[in-house]
Protein backbone atom coordinates (compact mmCIF):
# COMPACT_ATOMS: atom_id res chain seq x y z
CA UNK A 1 0.00 0.00 0.00
CA UNK A 2 0.94 3.37 -0.87
CA UNK A 3 -0.12 6.39 1.28
CA UNK A 4 0.47 10.14 0.94
CA UNK A 5 0.35 12.52 3.85
CA UNK A 6 0.71 16.10 3.79
CA UNK A 7 4.49 15.70 3.85
CA UNK A 8 4.98 14.12 0.94
CA UNK A 9 2.57 16.97 -1.09
CA UNK A 10 4.01 19.83 -3.00
CA UNK A 11 1.01 21.63 -2.63
CA UNK A 12 3.03 24.74 -4.77
CA UNK A 13 1.91 22.72 -8.00
CA UNK A 14 -1.39 24.65 -7.57
CA UNK A 15 -1.07 27.71 -6.64
CA UNK A 16 -1.75 30.23 -9.06
CA UNK A 17 -3.80 27.28 -11.30
CA UNK A 18 -7.23 27.66 -11.88
CA UNK A 19 -9.35 24.97 -10.85
CA UNK A 20 -13.18 24.34 -12.47
CA UNK A 21 -15.27 22.92 -10.63
CA UNK A 22 -18.56 21.33 -12.96
CA UNK A 23 -21.19 20.73 -10.08
CA UNK A 24 -22.22 21.59 -6.79
CA UNK A 25 -23.83 18.98 -5.29
CA UNK A 26 -22.15 17.13 -1.79
CA UNK A 27 -19.27 16.95 -2.94
CA UNK A 28 -18.92 19.58 -5.49
CA UNK A 29 -19.83 22.22 -2.35
CA UNK A 30 -17.00 21.01 -0.15
CA UNK A 31 -14.43 20.58 -3.11
CA UNK A 32 -14.87 24.38 -4.03
CA UNK A 33 -15.03 25.89 -1.30
CA UNK A 34 -11.94 23.85 0.75
CA UNK A 35 -10.05 24.46 -2.21
CA UNK A 36 -10.99 27.66 -1.97
CA UNK A 37 -10.06 28.21 1.85
CA UNK A 38 -6.87 26.45 0.96
CA UNK A 39 -6.05 29.78 -1.31
CA UNK A 40 -6.44 28.31 -4.55
CA UNK A 41 -8.12 29.91 -7.50
CA UNK A 42 -11.58 28.23 -7.99
CA UNK A 43 -14.47 28.83 -9.95
CA UNK A 44 -18.09 26.83 -10.24
CA UNK A 45 -19.69 25.26 -13.21
CA UNK A 46 -23.01 25.52 -13.55
CA UNK A 47 -26.26 26.22 -15.88
CA UNK A 48 -27.54 29.69 -14.75
CA UNK A 49 -30.85 28.42 -14.80
CA UNK A 50 -30.10 25.59 -12.43
CA UNK A 51 -30.97 25.65 -8.48
CA UNK A 52 -27.33 25.77 -7.56
CA UNK A 53 -26.20 29.17 -9.30
CA UNK A 54 -27.11 31.52 -6.44
CA UNK A 55 -26.18 29.16 -3.93
CA UNK A 56 -22.56 28.85 -5.09
CA UNK A 57 -22.44 32.80 -5.45
CA UNK A 58 -23.90 33.74 -1.87
CA UNK A 59 -21.09 30.92 -0.61
CA UNK A 60 -18.88 33.62 -2.18
CA UNK A 61 -17.37 31.62 -5.05
CA UNK A 62 -17.00 32.70 -8.71
CA UNK A 63 -19.81 30.92 -11.21
CA UNK A 64 -19.97 30.93 -14.86
CA UNK A 65 -21.57 28.50 -17.41
CA UNK A 66 -19.24 25.51 -18.00
CA UNK A 67 -17.88 26.22 -21.05
CA UNK A 68 -16.83 29.54 -19.54
CA UNK A 69 -15.84 28.14 -16.59
CA UNK A 70 -13.26 25.48 -17.87
CA UNK A 71 -11.73 27.94 -20.04
CA UNK A 72 -7.80 28.56 -18.63
CA UNK A 73 -8.94 26.08 -15.81
CA UNK A 74 -5.70 23.55 -15.35
CA UNK A 75 -7.85 21.14 -13.81
CA UNK A 76 -11.87 20.76 -14.22
CA UNK A 77 -13.58 18.48 -11.86
CA UNK A 78 -16.27 16.27 -12.79
CA UNK A 79 -18.56 16.39 -9.65
CA UNK A 80 -22.15 15.81 -11.15
CA UNK A 81 -24.09 12.67 -10.61
CA UNK A 82 -22.36 9.58 -12.74
CA UNK A 83 -24.58 9.24 -15.46
CA UNK A 84 -24.91 13.01 -16.80
CA UNK A 85 -21.04 13.31 -17.09
CA UNK A 86 -20.63 11.94 -20.40
CA UNK A 87 -22.71 14.26 -21.80
CA UNK A 88 -21.30 17.12 -19.92
CA UNK A 89 -17.82 16.11 -21.13
CA UNK A 90 -18.78 15.72 -24.36
CA UNK A 91 -20.55 19.86 -24.09
CA UNK A 92 -16.97 21.40 -22.98
CA UNK A 93 -14.65 19.14 -24.25
CA UNK A 94 -13.54 21.61 -26.89
CA UNK A 95 -13.20 24.83 -23.91
CA UNK A 96 -10.68 22.66 -22.19
CA UNK A 97 -7.22 23.65 -22.34
CA UNK A 98 -4.57 22.15 -24.18
CA UNK A 99 -2.40 19.85 -21.29
CA UNK A 100 -4.82 20.35 -19.13
CA UNK A 101 -6.19 17.70 -16.80
CA UNK A 102 -9.28 15.98 -15.73
CA UNK A 103 -10.60 15.07 -12.59
CA UNK A 104 -13.66 12.61 -11.47
CA UNK A 105 -14.29 11.64 -7.26
CA UNK A 106 -15.28 8.19 -8.93
CA UNK A 107 -14.07 5.95 -11.35
CA UNK A 108 -17.17 5.06 -13.53
CA UNK A 109 -17.12 6.89 -16.25
CA UNK A 110 -13.69 6.35 -17.38
CA UNK A 111 -13.43 2.67 -16.32
CA UNK A 112 -16.24 1.65 -18.12
CA UNK A 113 -15.32 3.74 -21.18
CA UNK A 114 -18.71 6.04 -21.68
CA UNK A 115 -15.83 8.96 -21.01
CA UNK A 116 -13.46 8.86 -23.71
CA UNK A 117 -10.92 11.23 -23.41
CA UNK A 118 -9.25 14.10 -25.49
CA UNK A 119 -5.50 12.55 -25.90
CA UNK A 120 -3.31 15.53 -24.83
CA UNK A 121 -5.85 15.22 -21.04
CA UNK A 122 -4.13 14.46 -17.15
CA UNK A 123 -6.74 12.08 -16.25
CA UNK A 124 -6.68 11.28 -12.41
CA UNK A 125 -9.11 10.69 -9.36
CA UNK A 126 -9.76 11.52 -6.53
CA UNK A 127 -11.88 10.45 -3.95
CA UNK A 128 -12.57 11.16 -0.72
CA UNK A 129 -14.31 8.23 1.50
CA UNK A 130 -16.61 10.13 3.06
CA UNK A 131 -19.63 12.58 1.96
CA UNK A 132 -19.27 16.17 1.04
CA UNK A 133 -20.71 17.28 3.97
CA UNK A 134 -17.96 15.49 5.91
CA UNK A 135 -15.34 16.75 3.95
CA UNK A 136 -16.06 20.05 4.35
CA UNK A 137 -16.88 20.28 8.29
CA UNK A 138 -13.73 18.04 8.44
CA UNK A 139 -12.10 20.34 7.18
CA UNK A 140 -13.10 23.23 8.89
CA UNK A 141 -12.34 22.14 12.12
CA UNK A 142 -8.64 21.17 10.81
CA UNK A 143 -8.89 17.72 9.66
CA UNK A 144 -9.88 15.56 6.80
CA UNK A 145 -11.70 12.52 5.18
CA UNK A 146 -9.29 10.02 3.70
CA UNK A 147 -8.67 10.15 -0.13
CA UNK A 148 -7.90 7.69 -2.89
CA UNK A 149 -5.81 8.45 -6.00
CA UNK A 150 -5.31 7.02 -8.78
CA UNK A 151 -3.96 8.15 -12.25
CA UNK A 152 -5.37 6.98 -15.51
CA UNK A 153 -3.47 9.07 -18.34
CA UNK A 154 -0.10 11.45 -17.47
CA UNK A 155 0.24 13.34 -20.77
CA UNK A 156 2.32 15.68 -18.50
CA UNK A 157 4.34 13.78 -16.37
CA UNK A 158 3.15 15.75 -13.13
CA UNK A 159 -0.36 14.30 -12.93
CA UNK A 160 0.28 12.55 -9.55
CA UNK A 161 1.79 15.62 -7.99
CA UNK A 162 -1.16 17.73 -9.21
CA UNK A 163 -3.97 15.06 -7.64
CA UNK A 164 -1.99 15.22 -4.83
CA UNK A 165 -2.08 18.80 -3.84
CA UNK A 166 -5.65 18.78 -4.87
CA UNK A 167 -6.13 16.55 -1.98
CA UNK A 168 -4.37 18.35 -0.03
CA UNK A 169 -6.31 21.65 -0.77
CA UNK A 170 -9.63 20.02 0.11
CA UNK A 171 -7.91 18.06 3.22
CA UNK A 172 -7.50 15.09 2.07
CA UNK A 173 -3.94 15.04 2.81
CA UNK A 174 -4.27 15.45 6.57
CA UNK A 175 -5.93 12.46 7.21
CA UNK A 176 -3.51 10.27 4.18
CA UNK A 177 -4.28 9.48 0.36
CA UNK A 178 -3.99 6.08 -0.33
CA UNK A 179 -2.69 5.21 -3.91
CA UNK A 180 -5.06 2.79 -6.34
CA UNK A 181 -6.65 2.53 -9.83
CA UNK A 182 -9.78 3.53 -11.44
CA UNK A 183 -10.54 0.20 -11.53
CA UNK A 184 -9.96 -0.59 -8.52
CA UNK A 185 -11.68 2.15 -7.06
CA UNK A 186 -15.29 2.02 -9.30
CA UNK A 187 -15.04 -2.22 -9.21
CA UNK A 188 -14.71 -1.85 -4.86
CA UNK A 189 -16.85 1.58 -4.42
CA UNK A 190 -19.97 -0.35 -6.71
CA UNK A 191 -19.61 -3.41 -4.56
CA UNK A 192 -19.58 -2.15 -1.28
CA UNK A 193 -22.74 0.39 -2.02
CA UNK A 194 -24.27 -2.66 -3.54
CA UNK A 195 -23.40 -5.63 -0.90
CA UNK A 196 -22.76 -4.41 2.13
CA UNK A 197 -23.49 -0.11 2.68
CA UNK A 198 -26.47 -0.03 0.95
CA UNK A 199 -27.98 -2.85 0.03
CA UNK A 200 -27.15 -5.51 1.88
CA UNK A 201 -27.85 -3.52 5.38
CA UNK A 202 -30.97 -2.56 4.09
CA UNK A 203 -32.14 -5.53 3.01
CA UNK A 204 -30.98 -7.09 6.30
CA UNK A 205 -32.63 -4.48 8.04
CA UNK A 206 -35.70 -4.87 6.63
CA UNK A 207 -35.59 -8.63 6.70
CA UNK A 208 -35.21 -8.56 10.77
CA UNK A 209 -37.93 -6.37 10.62
CA UNK A 210 -40.45 -8.40 9.00
CA UNK A 211 -39.07 -11.61 10.56
CA UNK A 212 -39.94 -9.65 13.78
CA UNK A 213 -43.74 -8.60 13.18
CA UNK A 214 -44.86 -11.92 10.98
CA UNK A 215 -44.00 -13.56 14.32
CA UNK A 216 -46.11 -10.65 16.17
CA UNK A 217 -44.24 -8.89 17.62
CA UNK A 218 -45.00 -4.62 17.87
CA UNK A 219 -43.55 -2.93 14.64
CA UNK A 220 -42.33 0.15 17.00
CA UNK A 221 -40.29 -3.16 18.94
CA UNK A 222 -39.09 -4.65 15.48
CA UNK A 223 -37.80 -1.14 14.55
CA UNK A 224 -35.94 -0.12 17.32
CA UNK A 225 -33.97 -3.68 17.48
CA UNK A 226 -33.60 -3.73 13.41
CA UNK A 227 -33.20 0.07 12.54
CA UNK A 228 -32.52 2.31 15.25
CA UNK A 229 -29.89 0.47 17.13
CA UNK A 230 -27.83 -0.41 14.48
CA UNK A 231 -26.39 3.21 14.38
CA UNK A 232 -25.07 2.43 17.92
CA UNK A 233 -23.69 -0.69 16.63
CA UNK A 234 -21.89 0.80 13.55
CA UNK A 235 -20.72 3.68 15.22
CA UNK A 236 -18.72 1.80 17.67
CA UNK A 237 -17.12 -0.62 14.37
CA UNK A 238 -16.44 3.32 12.44
CA UNK A 239 -14.77 3.78 16.16
CA UNK A 240 -12.93 1.05 16.72
CA UNK A 241 -13.58 -1.93 14.29
CA UNK A 242 -14.54 -5.11 15.77
CA UNK A 243 -12.56 -4.70 19.03
CA UNK A 244 -14.14 -1.57 20.07
CA UNK A 245 -17.57 -3.00 19.21
CA UNK A 246 -17.17 -6.33 21.41
CA UNK A 247 -15.89 -4.33 24.36
CA UNK A 248 -18.82 -1.80 24.41
CA UNK A 249 -21.69 -4.20 24.26
CA UNK A 250 -23.07 -7.32 26.21
CA UNK A 251 -21.50 -10.89 26.74
CA UNK A 252 -24.77 -11.76 25.76
CA UNK A 253 -24.67 -9.72 22.37
CA UNK A 254 -21.30 -10.94 21.68
CA UNK A 255 -22.09 -14.74 21.81
CA UNK A 256 -25.18 -14.12 19.80
CA UNK A 257 -23.03 -12.14 17.79
CA UNK A 258 -20.60 -14.92 17.23
CA UNK A 259 -22.56 -18.13 16.79
CA UNK A 260 -25.62 -16.63 14.67
CA UNK A 261 -24.13 -14.19 12.38
CA UNK A 262 -21.86 -16.72 10.11
CA UNK A 263 -25.45 -18.64 9.90
CA UNK A 264 -27.08 -15.23 8.42
CA UNK A 265 -24.05 -14.78 6.35
CA UNK A 266 -23.67 -18.14 5.08
CA UNK A 267 -21.66 -19.42 1.81
CA UNK A 268 -24.89 -18.77 0.44
CA UNK A 269 -24.69 -15.32 0.62
CA UNK A 270 -21.00 -15.20 0.40
CA UNK A 271 -21.52 -16.44 -3.33
CA UNK A 272 -24.41 -14.34 -3.79
CA UNK A 273 -21.81 -11.16 -2.82
CA UNK A 274 -19.39 -13.44 -5.36
CA UNK A 275 -21.61 -13.17 -8.34
CA UNK A 276 -22.31 -9.05 -7.63
CA UNK A 277 -18.66 -8.41 -8.02
CA UNK A 278 -18.47 -10.78 -10.68
CA UNK A 279 -21.58 -8.55 -12.50
CA UNK A 280 -19.52 -5.01 -11.59
CA UNK A 281 -16.29 -6.23 -12.98
CA UNK A 282 -17.62 -7.67 -16.33
CA UNK A 283 -19.60 -4.62 -17.05
CA UNK A 284 -22.97 -6.04 -16.62
CA UNK A 285 -24.03 -3.64 -14.09
CA UNK A 286 -22.80 -0.56 -15.58
CA UNK A 287 -24.74 -1.93 -18.80
CA UNK A 288 -27.92 -2.73 -17.18
CA UNK A 289 -27.66 1.06 -15.22
CA UNK A 290 -27.12 2.97 -18.19
CA UNK A 291 -29.59 1.10 -19.72
CA UNK A 292 -32.20 2.04 -17.55
CA UNK A 293 -31.37 5.36 -17.08
CA UNK A 294 -31.94 5.47 -21.13
CA UNK A 295 -35.21 3.88 -20.73
CA UNK A 296 -35.99 6.81 -18.35
CA UNK A 297 -35.76 4.94 -15.32
CA UNK A 298 -38.58 2.95 -15.19
CA UNK A 299 -37.62 0.11 -13.17
CA UNK A 300 -35.53 2.38 -10.71
CA UNK A 301 -38.53 4.26 -10.00
CA UNK A 302 -40.93 1.30 -9.52
CA UNK A 303 -38.40 -0.48 -6.63
CA UNK A 304 -37.49 2.90 -5.21
CA UNK A 305 -41.24 3.84 -4.46
CA UNK A 306 -41.77 0.17 -3.40
CA UNK A 307 -38.79 0.57 -0.84
CA UNK A 308 -40.34 3.99 0.30
CA UNK A 309 -43.43 2.68 1.12
CA UNK A 310 -42.45 -0.23 3.23
CA UNK A 311 -44.37 -0.31 6.79
CA UNK A 312 -40.69 0.14 8.12
CA UNK A 313 -41.13 3.85 6.87
CA UNK A 314 -44.22 4.30 8.21
CA UNK A 315 -42.94 3.18 11.17
CA UNK A 316 -39.91 4.68 11.47
CA UNK A 317 -41.13 8.28 10.20
CA UNK A 318 -43.99 8.18 13.16
CA UNK A 319 -41.25 6.96 16.02
CA UNK A 320 -38.62 9.13 14.89
CA UNK A 321 -41.03 12.28 15.22
CA UNK A 322 -40.68 12.03 18.77
CA UNK A 323 -37.14 12.36 18.87
CA UNK A 324 -36.59 15.73 18.66
CA UNK A 325 -32.71 15.41 18.65
CA UNK A 326 -32.05 13.68 15.38
CA UNK A 327 -31.72 16.02 12.37
CA UNK A 328 -34.28 16.11 10.03
Known sequence: MQMYSEKDVDS????????????YGSQGRA?????KDSGHEVVVGLR?????WKKAIADGLEVAE???A???AAITAFLTPDLTQEGLYKDIEASLNTNSAILFAHGFNIHYKQIKPREDLDVF???PKGPGGLVRRQYQEGHGVPCLVAVEVDCSGAALNLALAYAHGIGGARAGVIETTFAEETETDLFGEQAV???GATELVVAGYETLTAAGYQPEVAYYECMHELKLIVDLLHEGGLKKMHEFISDTAAYGDLVSGPRVIDEHVRNKMKKILTEIQDGTFAKNWIDENNQGQPEFKRM???DLNHPIEKVGSDLRSRMDWLEN
Do not use: T, Y
Request: one cysteine or more.
Open 12 to 23: SVLMGKRVAILG
Open 48 to 52: KDGPS
Open 66 to 68: PNA
Open 31 to 35: HALNL
Open 125 to 127: LIA
Open 304 to 306: MSE
Open 197 to 199: LCG
Open 70 to 72: VKN
